[in-house]
């Protein structure tokens, strides 16, 4: 896996930026497979210990307010899960109205003009065509990819 900043986060920097994403997987109500399994990836990449991610996997049952995640959270920390933020919302393959708002509330916390927050969400776009590409390329579609893993386990 690449660097990134969250690398570098405090402790406490890390644990709101998961509970920012936890918050935005639970903006419209519903949680998916994919939204799950990206915020799994995002403790494992923040380093969050097994039993602070139990306690924080109980957030999803919850409606979390942001201003009460961000207010001892570090400019940085709060731009990079508004970041990750638009990818989670991004994972079941569209944006939900309440998701947008959670993403544009979030920006104004930490000073994103619309212009900008635009741009994040064709940044985002622009990623799941760059995996569609690869997936094209070589030859892998859902499909294939399913029996290859059925196929394996027998």
Same mark, same amino acid.
């Given at each position: 896996?690449?660097?990134?900043?969250?690398?570098?986060?405090?402790?406490?920097?890390?644990?709101?930026?998961?509970?920012?994403?936890?918050?935005?997987?639970?903006?419209?109500?519903?949680?998916?497979?994919?939204?799950?399994?990206?915020?799994?990836?995002?403790?494992?990449?923040?380093?969050?210990?097994?039993?602070?991610?139990?306690?924080?996997?109980?957030?999803?049952?919850?409606?979390?307010?942001?201003?009460?995640?961000?207010?001892?959270?570090?400019?940085?920390?709060?731009?990079?899960? !508004?970041? *990750?933020?638009?990818?989670?919302?991004?994972? %079941?393959? =569209?944006?939900? $109205?309440?998701?947008?708002?959670?993403?544009? #509330?979030?920006?104004?916390?930490?000073?994103?003009?619309?212009?900008?927050?635009?741009?994040?969400?064709?940044?985002?776009?622009?990623?799941?065509?760059? !995996?569609? *590409?690869?997936?094209?390329?070589?030859?892998? %579609?859902? =499909?294939?990819? $399913?029996?290859?893993?059925?196929?394996?386990? #027998?």
């Amino acid at each position: 896996m690449l660097p990134d900043a969250i690398d570098f986060l405090e402790e406490g920097d890390r644990e709101g930026y998961v509970r920012i994403l936890i918050a935005m997987a639970g903006a419209d109500g519903t949680l998916v497979r994919e939204e799950t399994a990206a915020i799994e990836a995002a403790m494992g990449r923040a380093l969050i210990p097994p039993g602070k991610r139990d306690l924080l996997r109980q957030e999803l049952k919850i409606n979390l307010a942001i201003d009460e995640i961000i207010e001892n959270m570090s400019e940085v920390a709060i731009r990079l899960a !508004l970041r *990750d933020a638009t990818i989670i919302g991004a994972c %079941d393959g =569209e944006f939900q $109205e309440e998701e947008i708002n959670f993403l544009r #509330e979030l920006a104004k916390r930490c000073e994103v003009d619309n212009e900008d927050l635009n741009w994040l969400f064709q940044w985002v776009d622009h990623g799941w065509s760059w !995996l569609q *590409d690869s997936r094209e390329w070589l030859n892998l %579609d859902n =499909e294939n990819i $399913e029996n290859a893993v059925v196929e394996g386990n #027998e």
